[in-house]
Structures are given as structure tokens and as C-alpha cells.
């Protein structure tokens, strides 16, 4: 299976590093940072790929674009890691949709574009006989699509419950097991790296909201949207409502939630008992799926990294290189 690249950052690197380590029988043909490309059709060494961007900063020709690697590249899936838009989607929407118009499958950990043009994109992928998957927008490693789609398939999706931010999970551990306040834990998460400079998104609730606009989607419930969800961040949390819950035998939790048969979609702090098992530690996110036949699953992983937003990446390149194989 041919694959092309576009972005070269944390996610774009592991993935590539793993292709190089593992015998997948994966090809990269294509890659591009934000200033330059690299297309060959018998496949790029990465060993060199990597020497070059650490040298230059950019990994290929400044002449070429991501566009050239979407519109000439020749490849059967293309793999869009590219920061995130959530506003426009823009400019991987764009990529994505060229590439499925040009009949190539899509796999993606960009989230923006997933949540804004669900529907469209599964559009204009059915209508070109080609997959769009995305595990990686959601939970990071935790296979929480296929377990949707393919494990739980038959069933009935009732609820979802979920801690699918980590920076947000990693400051109210560290309020609840240290005392310290909200804005102790934010500076120290973000000197652990798992904070962005401008931690807004995560803080303020958006990025589990996208997230769960994605899984509002994916079990159903079509054209659900951002502004379809309730959203309260933890950035109000005090020190003493946390001190409060464990007195309780509680803890308080960033939890997203959807029930598609009563419209709820929300995102806001819930006080859980500590035996719950969406109360995990640190930056692990754990999502709990209630269906009708299967009952009560909760799934626990890396909610991000280099290597773990990989994996879900390359199960995403893996099933649909197995699904067409078999002649679908
Ligand atoms: N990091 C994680 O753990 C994680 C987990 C789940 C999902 N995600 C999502 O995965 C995506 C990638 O994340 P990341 O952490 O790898 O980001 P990152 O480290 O910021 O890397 C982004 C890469 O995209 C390149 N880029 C930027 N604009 C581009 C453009 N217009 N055309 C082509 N390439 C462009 C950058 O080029 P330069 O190298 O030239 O700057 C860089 O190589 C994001 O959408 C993120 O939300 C990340």
C-alpha cells in the first residue's frame, strides 16, 4: 500500500518511524511539512527523510507544496496530520477532499475538519468507492472507532461517556492529589509538555467537545456540531470543590457525554466517586460505552503521544489495506 504524508510534526514523525521499524508492507511515496515536499513513486527512504529535516528544518523541495503531494502524488491512502482548524477545518478539509475526489482513501488524526464536515466527507468518500477513518481524533491510542464500528457492531449505542482530554485530566489529578490550585497545575502541565502554550482549547472544554461531536457522529446521530454541545472547562475549578469531593469519597472529572435518544451532548466537570471507572489518573483518557446487547464498556489508554497517535493511525491504514485485499 502506497501512503503519503502530510505533516512531519510529532504524530507525522512517529508514524513515519514506525513504517520504518515494522515490516508493514506500507510504502511512503509522498510527504510535506508546511514548507516543502518530497514525491517519489518507489518510496522515500526515511532514514534520509529525517537527516534532511533535522539539517534544513523542512523535509524536501521548497518548489512543492502539500497540494502537489494531494493532486500528483502517487498513492492509494493519504495520511493528514497537520495541525488542527476547528473553526475552518482549512487547509487539511481541503487536502482531505481532493484526495477522496481523486478516489484515494484518507486517514487522518486531524480533528477539525472531522467535527465540521462529518456527513460531507463520508459523502464525497462512499460517492468515490474510498474510506475516510480517523481513531486518532479521538483517545489517541484507545481503539474506541473500531470498537464502535466493528466490536460493537449490531448494537445499540445508549450512551458515551468520556475523559477525552488529557491536559484537562492531568491538572485536576494533580489539584485533587496535591492541593495544588488551577493555575499551579496549568503551569506545571505545561512544563511536563502536556499543556500547549495557549492551553484555551483544552481548558475551556473545546477540545473534548470536538471529540464528542466526532463520537455523536460515529454512533449515529448525524450532523451533530460543535454548537450542538453544552460546554463547561475546568478553568473555574476551585481547589476547595475538589477538597470537597474527596471528602466525599468523589472526585471531579471532565466528563463528555452523549445521549443521542434524549439530544444531550455535553462537556463540563462532574463530581464521580473515585471507584468509578472513568476516574483515571494523570493524562489517560477512558471512555465508557453503554449499548443494549454488549452493556457497559469502558476502554483506558494514552490519550496522545508520538507513537501512540501512530498506532491508531496505522490500524486505521492496516484495515483498510485488509477490507480492500479482500475484494471489497
Ligand atoms: N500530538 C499528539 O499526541 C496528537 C494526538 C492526537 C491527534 N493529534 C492531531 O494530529 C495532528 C498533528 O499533530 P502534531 O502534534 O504532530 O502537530 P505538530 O507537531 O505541530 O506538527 C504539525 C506538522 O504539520 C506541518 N504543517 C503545518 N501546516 C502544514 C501545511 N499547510 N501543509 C503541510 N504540512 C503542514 C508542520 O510543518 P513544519 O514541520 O514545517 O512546521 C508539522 O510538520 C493535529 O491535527 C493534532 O491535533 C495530535
Known amino acids: 500500500m502506497k501512503v503519503a504524508v ?29 514548507r516543502s515536499a518530497l514525491l517519489d513513486k518507489d518510496g522515500i527512504r526515511i532514514d534520509e527523510l529525517f537527516l534532511a529535516k533535522k539539517e534544513h528544518g523542512f523535509c524536501g523541495d521548497k518548489s512543492l507544496s502539500a497540494m502537489d503531494v494531494v493532486t500528483r502524488g502517487d498513492y492509494d491512502a493519504l495520511v ?14 481541503t487536502f482531505m477532499k481532493t484526495a477522496l475526489e481523486r478516489g484515494k482513501h484518507v486517514v ?26 480517523y481513531e486518532a481524533t479521538v483517545g489517541g491510542a484507545i481503539p474506541i472507532m473500531h470498537a464502535l464500528r ?25 489539584m485533587a492529589k496535591e492541593g495544588l490550585t488551577y493555575e499551579q497545575a496549568l503551569l506545571e502541565a505545561r512544563e511536563m509538555g502536556y499543556a500547549e502554550a495557549d ?13 464528542l461531536v466526532i463520537l455523536a457522529n460515529v454512533i449515529g446521530k448525524k450532523n451533530v456540531v460543535l454548537e450542538d454541545v453544552e460546554v463547561t472547562g475546568i478553568d473555574m475549578l476551585t481547589t476547595d470543590a475538589l477538597r470537597l469531593a474527596e471528602s466525599e469519597h468523589c472526585t471531579i472529572r471532565l466528563i463528555a457525554e452523549a ?48 507513537v501512540e497517535t501512530a498506532s491508531a493511525i496505522i490500524g486505521d491504514l492496516l484495515f483498510i489495506r485488509d477490507f480492500h485485499a479482500r475484494g471489497h
Not at 24 to 30: K, M, P
Not at 108 to 133: D, W
Open 80 to 93: 493528514e496530520v497537520t495541525p488542527t482548524n476547528a473553526t475552518t477545518g482549512e487547509p487539511a478539509l
Open 108 to 133: 487522518t488524526s486531524n480533528k477539525g475538519p472531522i467535527a465540521r464536515e462529518f456527513a460531507m466527507l463520508h459523502q464525497i468518500a462512499s460517492r468515490n468507492r474510498v474510506q475516510i477513518r
Open 199 to 211: 492551553p484555551t482549547y483544552d481548558v475551556k472544554g473545546i477540545d473534548a467537545a470536538i471529540k
Open 259 to 306: 445521549i443521542p435518544e434524549k439530544g444531550i451532548f455535553r462537556v463540563a466537570p462532574r463530581i464521580i466517586p473515585q471507584s468509578h471507572p472513568l476516574v483515571v489518573e494523570g493524562s489517560l483518557n477512558a471512555i465508557t460505552i453503554e449499548t443494549d446487547m454488549a452493556g457497559e464498556i469502558t476502554l483506558i489508554g494514552k490519550g496522545a503521544g508520538s
Open 6 to 34: 502530510l505533516g512531519m510534526g510529532s504524530v507525522g514523525r512517529g508514524l513515519l518511524e514506525m513504517i520504518e521499524e515494522k515490516d508493514l508492507d506500507l510504502t511512503v511515496t509522498a510527504v510535506a511539512d508546511s
Open 150 to 174: 466493528q466490536g460493537l457492531a449490531g448494537n445499540r449505542v445508549l450512551a458515551i461517556f468520556g475523559v477525552l482530554n488529557g491536559t484537562c485530566n492531568y491538572i485536576l489529578t494533580r
